[in-house]
């Protein structure tokens, strides 16, 4: 069961050092630098943190809707390895975006359908390819 929060865990102590409660299930991924995190959840809406200040709130805010102007629910969320790029799988896409105005740069469709088992995705060492799978049921 999901609780709704993003917790941030210091492993050198095993200690949760933050909590912060979200609408909706949310993913969370941090960039290769570990300077910021993104936080997406059911509504399509994709939140970067700065960790440093994280409690401040986001310091940029995405939406990603299709041509109906409709939410996407997002379910993983990736950073490229050089950071200007991320992914947001939802609803059988993997959608790029550009990392600093989050605007659409490529939707990729799967061929998965609704009611499918969750995919996800990652960027390519190089971030010029993009590998996503099936999960099966129940991960």
Same mark, same amino acid.
């Given at each position: 069961?999901?609780?709704?929060?993003?917790?941030?865990?210091?492993?050198?102590?095993n200690?949760?050092?933050?909590?912060?409660?979200?609408?909706?299930n949310?993913?969370?991924?941090?960039?290769?630098?570990?300077?910021?995190?993104?936080?997406a959840?059911?509504?399509?809406?994709?939140?970067?943190?700065?960790?440093?200040?994280?409690d401040? &709130?986001?310091?940029?805010?995405?939406?990603?809707? $299709?041509? #109906?102007? @409709?939410p996407?629910?997002?379910?993983? !969320?990736?950073?490229?390895?050089?950071?200007?790029l991320?992914?947001?799988?939802?609803?059988?896409?993997?959608?790029?975006?550009?990392?600093?105005?989050?605007?659409?740069?490529?939707?990729c469709?799967? &061929?998965?359908?609704?009611?499918?088992?969750?995919? $996800?995705? #990652?960027? @390519?060492p190089?971030?010029?390819?993009? !590998?996503?799978?099936?999960?099966?049921?129940?991960t």
């Amino acid at each position: 069961m999901q609780d709704k929060t993003v917790r941030l865990w210091d492993l050198r102590t095993n200690i949760c050092q933050g909590l912060m409660q979200v609408p909706g299930n949310p993913c969370a991924a941090y960039d290769q630098q570990g300077l910021v995190f993104g936080v997406a959840t059911e509504s399509g809406i994709i939140k970067l943190y700065d960790v440093r200040s994280y409690d401040k &709130g986001p310091f940029d805010t995405f939406s990603i809707t $299709e041509e #109906a102007n @409709s939410p996407l629910a997002i379910s993983d !969320l990736r950073f490229s390895n050089d950071g200007k790029l991320m992914l947001a799988v939802s609803e059988g896409k993997v959608y790029v975006l550009d990392a600093f105005n989050g605007s659409v740069l490529c939707r990729c469709p799967t &061929g998965s359908t609704e009611g499918a088992p969750p995919l $996800e995705a #990652a960027f @390519s060492p190089d971030n010029q390819y993009l !590998l996503s799978a099936q999960l099966p049921r129940g991960t």
